[in-house]
């Protein structure tokens, strides 16, 4: 397989990574009860990986999706990422607009609602 059709693939699955565990975010925002479930059964040590389930483990996923994925398209596609975005597909705009507003969302709570 072509380097560029690896790389390609790559970003889709980044996207869809980040699509899913934000998705799955949202629910358990709208969905309060199973949120508190969740918080009571998977209480987690700090400094010990949140286990699979919890909204902090979807919460880690979806940032560490959403930087491969930046990373991936600001970097990877162009040494000189200037050329690259000047000539980008929209779906690559949409991706990296999507991914940057979710980090921006996240970084945005954490500092409204410090724990």
Do not use: C, W
């Amino acid at each position: 397989m072509p380097r560029f059709s690896k790389l390609m693939l790559e970003i889709d699955f980044q996207y869809l990574r980040l699509y899913e565990f934000s998705q799955v975010l949202g629910t358990l925002e709208r969905n309060p009860i199973l949120t508190a479930k969740l918080r009571l059964s998977l209480e987690v040590a700090p400094g010990i990986t949140p286990p699979q389930g919890s909204s902090e483990y979807f919460l880690l996923q979806a940032v560490t999706a959403a930087e491969i994925l930046l990373r991936l398209i600001l970097t990877a596609q162009s040494p000189t990422t200037e050329i690259f975005l000047r000539f980008a597909s929209s779906r690559h705009y949409m991706k990296i607009v999507f991914a940057a507003v979710f980090l921006i969302q996240v970084g945005a709570r954490l500092v409204s609602f410090p724990h």
